[in-house]
Every structure is written in C-alpha cells, then in structure tokens.
C-alpha cells in the first residue's frame, strides 16, 4: 500500500517579520501619500529627494530603501492613483457590454474625480497624465470599439490619442472644477463625437446613471504614519 503524498501546510510569517512587512507598507504609503501633493504643486521634474523627505518627514536613507529615484517615485504614484481610480469605475462598467458605454461611463467618473478630489485633479493635471491603468482600460475598450464598428478613426492609436488629449486639455482648464456634471457631460460627448461615434450611441451612453459620490476628498483622509 502506498503512502499518501501529504502536502505540510504553509507556516504563517513570524510575527515579527508581519510586523515589519506592514511597516514597510506603511512608510511606503505614507511617502507615495505626500508625494501626491509635491507633485501636485510642482510638476514632475522640479521635486528633489528632499521635497519628498521633508513633506513625509522621513531620513534620506528611508526614502532610498523604497524608490531609487524621483522618476521611480512619480511612476509608482501615478500606479497607486490609477488603481484608485480603477476600484471606483469597474464595479459600475463591469456589466456593460457595449465598449463605448463602459468608456463614456468610465471617462464621466474619472472626469467627476479628477474636479471634485483637488489633489487628485492637480496631480494629474501637473503631470498631463490620465495613468497608467486607466490608459490600458482604456485602450482596451477603444480596440474592441474599433473592432466592432462604433468608432470612426484610422487605429487605436488615434483613438487614444483623441481621448485623452481631450480629457487632459479638459482638466486643465480653469472651468474645470466649476461645470460640475453638466461640464463633465460635454468633455465626454466631446470624446465621443471626436471618436466618430453616432449620435444616437453619444446620446445612449450618456443617459447612464453615476452612483452617488460617497469619497472622502484625499485632503480630508488620514495620513498613516510611518512606522
């Protein structure tokens, strides 16, 4: 009779090492945290190691056992802003079938965050970037809305082009923040109309009920202290 092959079950982390991997999770939140308004106030080329050490009130060699750069630093705050971002658009989308009414829906979201969150809208504003998920979910509804006909430009990369160029320029506007709803509606149908989409299929998307804006703004939350 063979022995059963057992598979001994996986050891949980020594409770110090836990301890020290939620510090280390901490301090790098609270640095990417602060770091949102350096960048925010001075774009992403001005900022030196000491604006971020100053702002997260943390030693030099602190900074360096997380980012070896500014450049590293403003990619992974831009990654952490997009997955934010992210969190609040797909639970609304992720049922749409149709790739215009989950970009059209996505773009109204992003737009109500951007103007009524002023860290966010200033950051992304500094660094004339949508973010690096939010691009990709992009992308991708645009290929599949290229693909099936709703959209009416060369490729995907005009598309995309057109979409956030739009969407950039928008928010960059002084206007920006006081259009409200009524404002993000015509930067998006201006998105849509640009991408060759009809009128009918702009009108439809559009109709699309937003859920209630429950965020708390980002200069109201708690900063986590570093550990």
Do not use: W
Not at 14 to 22: C, K, S
Not at 37 to 45: I, K, Q, R, Y
Not at 76 to 93: G, H, R
Request: glycine residues 6%; hydrophobic residues 45%.
């Amino acid at each position: 009779m063979n022995a059963k092959a057992t598979t001994a079950p996986a050891r949980a982390p020594h409770h110090r090492t836990a301890i020290g991997q939620l510090q280390r999770a901490q301090t790098r939140a609270r640095i990417i945290e602060c770091a949102i308004a350096v960048f925010a106030e001075h774009g992403p080329d001005v900022p030196v190691v000491d604006d971020f050490m100053k702002a997260a009130g943390i030693a030099r060699g602190t900074f360096y056992n997380y980012f070896q750069t500014t450049r590293e630093l403003l990619q992974a705050t831009l990654e952490t802003l997009s997955d934010e971002l992210i969190e609040s658009v797909v639970p609304v989308v992720q049922d749409m079938t149709n790739p215009v009414m989950r970009l059209a829906t996505a773009a109204r979201i992003y737009y109500r965050k951007a103007t009524t969150d002023p860290l966010f809208g200033a950051f992304l504003s500094s660094v004339s970037s949508v973010g690096t998920l939010a691009s990709e979910h992009m992308r991708a509804d645009l290929e599949e809305a290229l693909q099936a006909g709703l959209i009416a430009v060369p490729d995907v990369e005009f598309a995309h082009a057109v979409a956030t160029g739009v969407m950039v320029f928008a928010l960059q506007s002084p206007q920006a923040r006081e259009g409200g709803d009524a404002r993000a509606l015509a930067v998006v149908r201006a998105i849509l109309a640009g991408l060759g989409v009809s009128n009918s299929l702009i009108d439809e998307a559009l109709k699309v009920t937003l859920p209630e804006l429950m965020e708390t703004p980002r200069s109201m939350r708690p900063v986590v202290e570093p550990g």
